[in-house]
């Protein structure tokens, strides 16, 4: 099967929603990543999108809606803080884990008994959802385990010949996956993966936010998470990532005394002109860093990178994402020079 690449047209997004309709798997923009888009109610064309992955199935797809008013018809429970986080947030960059109702089936929820619902702010997405009138079930549309895809090509590159087709709706703004978050009691949710919507507007709308200790620790074999995403790898492109914290002087120090074949750096713009080794910068701030990591991680691999030494970014508001991203790329190895 040859992928098909359509555009963002009208007619194009009419096809796009045919196919979803009919149980095909299509690669969708978003404002957060490309996502792969199926039918969430479809069993067949769940397990379709978890075998193009190559996605256990212990790891559940979020299902995304044309507007949150719908997420009564999958769930069994909206608590109130939803709703309030739902009318700041929603469409936007945040998934809500509520309890599901039979709508959703078991494979779609990885047999939990909860779906991830998001409401995204994409036009495309947005339109697809709307003319395919299904509730969408979408992971990311990378291989399982790789960079997710922030472009049409991306996805082409990870799924050409394994799904009917790719819309092609431009750059992700965002470049990072949504925040996803659970419920912990009344005006208290917790935050199991970090994305665009910061620990800092959560607290805007509700009285607690926990951050899950799974973001920034690695998670012992065998564990209970309250995310199963939290046990695998990750973000991680071919080559060997190496975190360092500290200051560019010691990077410096650091890459030039372990400089050979195939090693590179990826650094911040500023550091960018002074730096005297093979390497690649990723945006001077959070959101620019955010929305350039996994193209540049993806590029790295192009270039033939083994090891990539990255300069650490702070891990305040939306950096706390791309932090959470690069430390499991890194497979929670950091060095502090
Ligand atoms: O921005 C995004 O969220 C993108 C776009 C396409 O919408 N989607 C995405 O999906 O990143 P995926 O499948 O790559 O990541 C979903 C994460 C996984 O770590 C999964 O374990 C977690 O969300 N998740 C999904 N449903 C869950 C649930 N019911 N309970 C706990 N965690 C859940
Ligand atoms: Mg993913």
Known sequence: MDTVLLTDSEADLLRAAELIKNGSIVGIPTETVYGLGADAGNEAAVRAVFAAKGRPADNPLIVHLADFSQAAEFT?????????LAER???GPLTMVLPKNDRIPMVTSGGLDTVGIRVPSHRVMHRIIELSGCPIAAPSANTSGYPSPTTAQHVMRDMNGRIAAVV??????????STVISFDGEDAVRILRPGAVTREMLLEVCGTVTIDPAILHEVEAGAKVASPGMKYKHYSPKADIIMVEGSIEGFTELVGENRGDGVYALVFDGDGELFPYRHLTYGADSSQQAHLL????????????????VRAPSPEGMGLAVYNRLIRAAGFEVIRV
């Open 168 to 177: 092609d709706g431009g750059q992700s703004e965002f470049g990072v996956e």
């Open 76 to 84: 069994s429970a909206i608590p109130e803080t939803a709703k309030k």
């Open 294 to 309: 996994f193209q540049r991680l993806r590029e790295l691999d192009e270039l033939g990178a083994e090891k990539v030494y």
């Open 89 to 91: 947030f929603c469409p």
